[in-house]
């Protein structure tokens, strides 16, 4: 009954590999993201979609790239990993308020994923 | 645990008395506010929100008042337990992007610690 789930929860890899980390949401929402969480607990946006569509593309480097194959998942694929990618990585899920523009309800992330690049 | 050592601001209350946590947001568009309650080795895991045409909003054991002149949002918790122990962080979102989504803007977090 788990709401959005990530796999898998622990990534240790090498520099220079390419991994991917997998989202799915059960809500029924409309729109998903992707967040990253550092050492210091900041949490900030990388990417959101709405219905399969990239909406938000937060300057992130281009060896990220998700792929939204239908509105109930959102995937990261990350090339070339380094150092500094290592954080907690977490898929998020909303649904937006067709009667108002811009709000959502059901704002909801999964447990993270935590990658560790060594 | 995983928030040892962070240097995270830390509100240490005892267990039964009220904890309010603070939170000053940046963008004055913001129209849209949420709560979010982070246990260690977990997400982040949302406990209230509010709307900008609202100035306080109540839920089980939790109000969430929000000061739109100075910007400034806060979390109320009653009889604070010990499972109330985590991270705390308080996100703003402006309603752009056509509706079709909402970024958070996350907050630094704050360390609820409850004794016993």
């Known amino acids: 009954d788990t709401a959005v789930s990530q796999t898998p929860k622990y990534l240790v890899t090498q520099m220079g590999n390419d991994k991917s980390i997998k989202c799915e949401q059960n809500l029924g929402h409309d729109t998903m993201y992707w967040y990253k969480q550092d050492s210091k607990k900041f949490l900030k946006i990388m990417f959101s979609?709405?219905?399969?569509?990239?909406?938000i593309n937060e300057t992130v480097p281009n060896r990220f790239s998700p792929k939204s194959p239908d509105k109930a998942h959102l995937n990261l694929h990350i090339n070339s990993l380094e150092l500094g990618d290592s954080a907690v990585y977490f898929c998020a899920s909303s649904q937006q308020d067709e009667g108002y523009t811009g709000w959502s309800y059901g704002y909801t992330f999964g447990s993270g994923t935590r990658l560790t690049v060594v | 645990g995983e928030n040892v050592g962070l240097h995270l601001p830390t509100l240490s209350v005892q267990e039964g008395d009220n904890s309010i946590i603070n939170c000053a947001y940046s963008?004055?568009?913001?129209?849209?506010f949420i709560w979010y309650k982070q246990e260690s080795g977990k997400g982040p895991q949302f406990i209230i929100d509010i709307r900008s045409n609202m100035d306080k909003r109540q839920g089980q054991r939790v109000t969430v008042l929000l000061n739109k002149t100075v910007k400034h949002l806060s979390l109320q918790i009653a009889a604070t337990q010990p499972g109330d122990s985590a991270v705390y962080f308080c996100a703003e979102s402006t309603s752009n992007y056509g509706g079709a989504t909402n970024k958070l803007i996350f907050g630094t977090g704050t360390l609820l610690a409850v004794q016993p």
């Open positions: 979609y709405n219905n399969k569509e990239l909406i």
């Open positions: 963008n004055s568009a913001s129209d849209y």
